[in-house]
């Protein structure tokens, strides 16, 4: 089993600030209950990837993970790159082309607390054309915010307004937190037969977690 440490360690050469966020994320967002819904072999992309938590750690957890992660933040994927470098992992991370995705098939998709920072008709978009990488068996996970308990999106919202208007941490220019409702039916109504559950029990944000699976 992949431990904290394993993982953390691997940003050992960046910087202060760096290594600071990335501690952060890693205690306030549940990336072992997302990675356990991923396959353990295959191609994975992790759209929004930011400084590579995940993608590390699916890399760390399976060497017959082959991952990429794509992101619009240069600084966080130079980050990302020298993390898996340092580990000698099997995981590339690039710049997002735009809307456009890495070619497919994949065989799995993960998007973790990104689509907030779209508008909502960009999102149910994202979504579908997700869905539309998959290879068959292919599966997608989103990772977002519940506008439920209230008082933890209420939370979520400020700590986010801060991060992304004030302090320019996350790149956005608005915040949409869609209920995960909707997410859900965009999966659903493009083929992908979708679970879900909440996943804020123990931390300070209303985590919710999407599954969606392409027939074989």
């Not at 202060?16 to 356990?36: D, E, K, M, N």
């Not at 240069?74 to 995705?101: I, M």
Request: with cysteine.
């Amino acid at each position: 089993m992949t431990s904290r440490r394993d993982l953390l360690s691997l940003y050992a050469d960046s910087s202060l600030l760096t290594r600071a966020h990335v501690r952060a994320r890693w205690v306030t967002c549940p990336f072992p209950a997302v990675a356990a819904e991923l396959p353990a072999a295959g191609r994975i992309l992790e759209v929004g990837c930011g400084h590579g938590l995940l993608s590390l750690l699916l890399a760390l957890e399976s060497p017959r993970r082959m991952v990429r992660g794509v992101d619009v933040d240069e600084e966080k994927l130079d980050a990302a790159r020298g993390a898996a470098v340092r580990g000698d992992l099997p995981a590339a991370f690039d710049v997002a082309s735009g809307a456009a995705l890495p070619p497919g098939p994949w065989d799995a998709i993960a998007i973790v607390d990104v689509l907030y920072l779209l508008d909502a008709a960009t999102q149910l978009e994202v979504v579908r054309s997700c869905a539309e990488h998959l290879g068959p068996g292919g599966t997608l996970v989103v990772k977002e915010m519940a506008l439920t308990p209230r008082w933890k999106a209420r939370w979520n919202e400020l700590q986010e307004t801060a991060a992304v208007k004030l302090l320019h941490i996350t790149s956005g220019s608005q915040l949409v937190f869609l209920p995960p409702a909707e997410l859900a039916g965009a999966m659903a109504e493009a083929g992908l037969e979708v679970r879900e559950r909440p996943l804020h029990k123990g931390y300070l944000h209303p985590h919710h977690l999407l599954v969606g699976r392409k027939p074989a």
